[in-house]
């Protein structure tokens, strides 16, 4: 199995990038144990088009573009129910066992996804009540699938 983090938006050079790059490859070489192939990013450049509707429109054709066969995909959009990080655990656990190739976590542009995207979504989830950049988001995306990943293998980083 493979999980993703397919995101509208290039992020750059920095802290932001570095701390992303940190926990997907941490939780890669996690992951292995358990069956996980790899833990990616991909990123596509936001729609210049004029029109918020059709921006939207043409980066959920680019998102759903980069899924494969039987992907169970995750839209975080602000209307998403709130996920704990055992919830994700479970859902990896789950995944795995049905056979599911990949997982995907789809963060839209700066006007949020496209009702193709919603539509074809399994869950929504939210990261709270807030707002946060899109860059942290990637980060936190990243961090709770190493946090699922030491869940599942009884790593002691994620402690209650």
């Known amino acids: 199995m493979r999980l993703k ?47 918020a509707e059709q921006r939207k429109g043409e980066e959920a054709g680019q998102l759903l573009a980069g899924l494969r066969p039987g992907s169970l995909l995750i839209a975080l959009d602000e209307t998403g129910s709130d996920v704990t990080s055992e919830a994700i655990a479970a859902l990896v656990e789950t995944s795995l066992a049905d056979g599911i190739p990949e997982i995907c976590i789809a963060i839209g542009g700066p006007d949020g996804h496209g009702s193709e995207v919603l539509e074809r979504a399994d869950k929504t989830w939210r990261f709270g009540r807030m707002t946060w950049p899109h860059q942290l988001v990637r980060v936190m995306a990243a961090e709770q699938l190493y946090r699922a990943i030491t869940i599942l293998s009884g790593h002691p980083y994620h402690r209650e």
Do not use: F
């Open 5 to 51: 983090i397919l995101s509208i938006g290039k992020m750059k050079k920095g802290p932001e990038r570095e701390l992303l790059e940190r926990y997907c490859d941490r939780a890669t070489k996690a992951g292995r144990q358990l069956g996980i192939q790899e833990v990616a990013v991909g990123e596509w450049v936001e729609s210049r088009n004029m029109n």
